[in-house]
Each structure stands twice: as structure tokens, then as C-alpha cells.
């Protein structure tokens, strides 16, 4: 059964800080991973997808990187503002799964000016 | 460019009291469609998905099921509700299987 953990749980920062979160996974065959970004009382954003053959993937301030035989993907973002402030989250798809995404519990993170 | 939409937003019902949400998929044709459950503590958790019209795969056991009357509208149904059933609902879509999943806002249910 697959298993996604997100490191840390929770992250306070102040802005301009770059940051890294991390997502860690026990099934290395999957297809691809996502990044979300879901705000208070609200859906999920999508943010970034990566394949299982990619390495990495970016959009702005943001970069994601894969690897899969390790289990591991970080979320880089570069020069953090308060506006980045929500609940990301960490998401795998199996092969074989019609969009049956294994989720982490998210890690909250909150920049201050 | 393609939207997602779900109604309602916010919802109050009693225990034993039916239940219909509704999602609609605007700018794509033949989408996969899915109903997550996002409840506190617990993550989120794939309820149902559709590959086609009439099409409905439940992955857990429960009180609730799901209908795809159209294309692209799918529906989250109950006839009894359960305390156990409060949560935040998540319909979402993907072009393909395995492919990139695209969220709605989102409804709340509160069963009392």
C-alpha cells in the first residue's frame, strides 16, 4: 500500500527566504507526482506534475524535482512571499489507478512579512 | 480553457436526511471524473471516479454513491446521512487516466 509523508508538517518563514519541502514516498512504481496548493477552506490548486521519467519540473518560483528510486520529490520556492502562505500538498498516482491520487497530509506554510 | 464547478459551496443537513451535490466540467468532452473526501485529520480520500457516461467505481465502502447522468456532470448522492459523513468534498477531472487532476472548490458538509 502506498504511503506519502510530507516533511515538516508545518514551516513558518520570513519573506524573501527560499525554502524547500519535502515529499517521500514507499512504492517507487508510480506514474507521476503532483504538488498542490490548497488555501483555507478552499480546493486544491494544482502547481506542478512531473512524470515518472522526469527529473524535475518548473513554473516561476517554483521547482520540483523527482526521484523515484529513492521515494523522494522536494518543492523549491524561491524567494517566498506572504502571498505563498497555504497548505501544499504531495500527491502519486499509480500506474494502473484512473486518477486515484495517494495524498500526504500537507505541510502548512506560512510566510510573514 | 477548462472550469470546474460544484454546488453547493456549504452545506448544513440533519442525520437521516438526503443529500445531492453536483459537479459540472465546462470546456473538455469526455473527462474522467472524481469525488474525493477530504475529512479533518485524515487526509484525502478517492470516493468514487468515472471513466464514461453510467460509468461509477467506488473505492470504499459506504453510505454515499455516485451518479454521471451527462458527460460531463457528476453527482454525489446520499439517502440517509451519517454523522460520519461530514467532511469536505472535492469533485475534480483529468483528460486521461493517470494524467494531471484539476480540483474544484470544493463543498462542505455538516451533518448534525
Known amino acids: 500500500k502506498q504511503e506519502v509523508t510530507q516533511i515538516p508538517a508545518a514551516l513558518s518563514v520570513p519573506e524573501g527566504e527560499n525554502l524547500v519541502l519535502n515529499c517521500s514516498f514507499t512504492?517507487?512504481?508510480?506514474?507521476?507526482l503532483q504538488w498542490f496548493r490548497q488555501d483555507p477552506g478552499k480546493g486544491l490548486t494544482s502547481l506542478l506534475l512531473i512524470q515518472s521519467s522526469q527529473r524535475e519540473q518548473t513554473s516561476g518560483r517554483l521547482n520540483a524535482s523527482l526521484d523515484k528510486s529513492s521515494g523522494r520529490s522536494t518543492l523549491y520556492i524561491a524567494a517566498s512571499q506572504p502571498g505563498d502562505s497555504a497548505t501544499y500538498l504531495c500527491a502519486v498516482t499509480g500506474g494502473t489507478s484512473y486518477g486515484k491520487l495517494t495524498f500526504g497530509q500537507g505541510t502548512i506554510l506560512t510566510v510573514h512579512p | 480553457s477548462q472550469t470546474i464547478h460544484q454546488w453547493p459551496a456549504t452545506l448544513v443537513q440533519p442525520v437521516g436526511s438526503p443529500l445531492s451535490l453536483e459537479c459540472t466540467v465546462e470546456g473538455t468532452s469526455n473527462p474522467n471524473l472524481y469525488w474525493y473526501r477530504q475529512a479533518a485529520g485524515r487526509g484525502l480520500q478517492l470516493l468514487f471516479y468515472?471513466?464514461?457516461?453510467g460509468q461509477i467505481s467506488s473505492e470504499v465502502p459506504q453510505n454515499l454513491s455516485a451518479s454521471r447522468p451527462q458527460d460531463r456532470q457528476f453527482i454525489l448522492s446520499s439517502k440517509k446521512l451519517l454523522l460520519s459523513d461530514s467532511g469536505f468534498y472535492l469533485c475534480?477531472?483529468?483528460?486521461w487516466g493517470p494524467g494531471e487532476l484539476f480540483f474544484g472548490e470544493g463543498s462542505r458538509l455538516t451533518v448534525l
Open positions: 475534480a477531472w483529468s483528460a
Open positions: 468515472s471513466v464514461g457516461i
Open positions: 512504492d517507487s512504481a508510480i506514474y507521476n
